[in-house]
């Protein structure tokens, strides 16, 4: 297990360095001038061509890559060039809002779609399975952002149960702030719920004919008891596989939701970064975002280890 | 206790099994013998209420003066497992992979005797040891994968006697098993269920695995019972052409050239009119054209073949 650990660890850094390079090229073909930005397009050619001096953007490539990444590697994400603070600081600020409300969405999204799909294997070609599938194809048809209207419009205008947008932070206490959370995390979650009990209701559906299910039921479990207990353990190989999968897509889905919700999380702070050509900010959020990817990619691959004791022999 | 009558299923509509009685008291064996496609292994779901849902089972199943196939499936969950044990054929795929063994013994004491966890583990344990699992103990916690297929059937055998159920079926139990393990497997079988006298029902494609583990034998030829009696007479002297083919076709003494029966068993749907072995029957005449009775040729002794007495 520990050379397991060990080789995972190795995989992960050479693809979160292989990442950072794909991440610097990529903003480096990006037109737009961070000085020129800065300074606005009044701005002396003298004057900008000091400021880039100052910022280093006149040295190579090579340099400037070196730079940032041997920066980062001992904790210095650099100094960004609008809001003139340490990028770790902010990352650090914006995360308190966007890994909560990533979290909170794949709790949610789970805690519908596995009973979901399960329900709907249990119930295969009756009304409930219909029922769900239905619902479902809708989930996967709908965008997240108009989801999250929606929400808005039913349960903050209509209801008033819950804020419309905007974050009061932890230091406002907890329940606030998951108040705050909870209808865009329901926005970023339900069209991944919609996939996921698509997944669980095959997944489920494959393991209803194996033999240890007809074994379940001849000791006397009911349909149902035996795919809980038996059919969907067996059947959780593919379901994380989504979850892991329908990760980045969150990310992704984040940067939309805490505009809609005006959060200030990560996705607000890279749109922004991206406005206003910080390309600093932006590397480094976006080597984190990615740096969390694989990092989900690899607890992925070690719970299929605990699901499935099978495959512990030929890891060890 | 079980007594069984006129049982037919159907599978969409057509035919699989043709009606069939028996009974059967404690302590009493049936050996159930036919080719894949003869019916067999529906007849056990049918007994334990685990048809497909496009098997439809017609007739009695009276179990401890009920009638199985009138009963509820929650009153089949509350029979299953506690009062009805079942083995399967794959003990490869029969266990649940990703669970330990010992909590896949333990789960119907947990769920028809009401134990709790440590007791239902405790019970576990003693079920393991009664299966003759060496290392019992250190056993519990391995997960199904960890064992031989020979110390796989042993568990699903734990699993099928937990609850000490008073009928035992066994689909195949040594089909997927190797031929020194086979004997092992039988012998505990007979042996657990004569210490606890349980009526046990084996079936098997192999009449010498029932030969020496069952009191009576039943063979059944495309859905249709065509012989029965005593094992030791029906081997001795077989009445129907089916049954003395399928001894022809036992490996037996050294040398001598296996012989076997031209043809295969007819699919569903295409099963000739008359008698259904007459295709492949060396005695078929005219008068195979109907279709034979079961008759009794002695006490106990059935055959369905117009030519019962031509057999040497």
């Known amino acids: 297990m520990a050379l397991f650990l060990a080789r995972r660890l190795a995989t992960m850094l050479a693809t979160l360095m292989a990442a950072s390079v794909v991440l610097f090229l990529v903003l480096d073909i990006l037109p737009g001038d961070p000085a020129l930005v800065m300074l606005g397009t009044e701005a002396q050619a003298d004057t900008l061509a000091a400021l880039r001096r100052q910022m280093g953007l006149d040295q190579p490539a090579l340099t400037r890559y070196l730079a940032w990444i041997g920066g980062v590697a001992v904790g210095d994400f650099g100094l960004s060039y609008t809001w003139r603070l340490p990028v770790a600081g902010l990352i650090l600020d914006r995360m308190a809002v966007t890994v909560p409300l990533a979290a909170l969405a794949i709790v949610i999204s789970t805690a519908i779609a596995i009973p979901a799909g399960v329900l709907a294997a249990a119930s295969h070609g009756r009304a409930a399975d219909w029922v769900i599938i239905a619902a479902s194809q809708i989930g996967v048809a709908v965008p997240n952002f108009w989801i999250g209207i929606l929400l808005v419009l039913g349960f903050s205008i209509g209801l008033g149960w819950l804020p419309s947008g905007g974050f009061p932070g932890w230091e406002a206490g907890v329940g606030p702030a998951i108040a705050a959370l909870i209808l865009p995390s329901l926005a970023l979650a339900l069209p991944q719920a919609a996939i996921l009990a698509r997944v669980t209701r095959s997944s489920v559906l494959e393991v209803v004919g194996e033999d240890y299910i007809r074994t379940a039921r001849a000791k006397g479990l009911s349909r149902s008891q035996a795919l809980w207990r038996h059919g969907l353990r067996n059947a959780l190989i593919p379901i994380v596989t989504i979850i892991g999968l329908q990760f980045p897509v969150l990310i992704a889905g984040a940067i939309l939701i805490e505009n809609v919700f005006a959060l200030p999380g990560l996705g607000r702070l890279i749109f922004q970064a991206l406005g206003q050509r910080d390309l600093i900010v932006l590397k480094d959020v976006a080597l984190l975002l990615a740096g969390l990817v694989i990092l989900v990619n690899s607890l992925v691959d070690i719970t299929y280890t605990l699901i499935d004791p099978r495959l512990r022999g030929r890891v060890a | 206790m079980l007594d069984v009558r006129d049982l037919a299923i159907a599978i969409n509509g057509m035919p699989a099994l043709e009606p069939v009685s028996f009974s059967l008291a404690r302590g009493q064996s049936l050996g159930i013998v036919g080719e894949s496609g003869s019916g067999k292994s ?76 440590m007791g239902a583990a405790a019970e576990a344990l003693r079920l393991l040891e009664r299966v003759r699992i060496p290392g019992a103990a250190g056993r519990m916690a391995q997960y199904p994968h960890e064992l031989s297929g020979g110390q796989r059937q042993r568990v699903g055998i734990a699993i099928a006697l937990a609850c000490q159920p008073t009928l035992l079926l066994a689909d195949e139990p040594t089909t997927a098993l190797d031929v ?100 492949r029957c060396g005695l078929a005449d005219a008068a195979c054209a109907e279709r034979p009775d079961l008759i009794a040729v002695a006490p106990g002794r059935h055959v369905a073949c117009h030519h019962r007495d031509q057999l040497p």
């Open chain 2, 42 to 117: 529906l007849l056990a779901l049918a007994l334990i209420g685990l048809l497909p849902p496009a098997a439809k089972a017609t007739g009695v199943i009276d179990f401890e003066g009920r009638d199985l196939l009138t009963l509820d499936e929650a009153a089949l969950c509350q029979i299953r497992g506690a009062s009805i044990g079942m083995v399967f054929q794959e003990p490869m795929t029969a266990l649940n992979p990703a669970q330990p063994i010992g909590r896949q013994v333990a789960e119907g004491l947990v769920l028809h005797r009401g134990l709790d966890r």
């Open chain 2, 180 to 279: 020194t393990v086979q004997a092992e497997i039988l012998d505990l079988l007979a042996d657990l269920a004569a210490e606890d006298g349980l009526a046990l029902v084996l079936i098997s494609h192999d009449l010498g695995v029932v030969a020496t583990t069952t009191a009576r034998v039943m063979v059944l030829y495309a859905g249709q019972c065509v012989e029965t009696g005593p094992t030791a007479d029906v081997l001795a002297n077989p009445r129907h052409p089916y049954t003395a083919g399928l001894l022809r076709a036992m490996p037996g003494a050294a040398g001598a050239r296996l012989q076997t029966i031209p043809g295969s068993v007819p699919p569903l749907g295409q099963r000739p009119t008359g008698c259904s072995f007459r295709d």
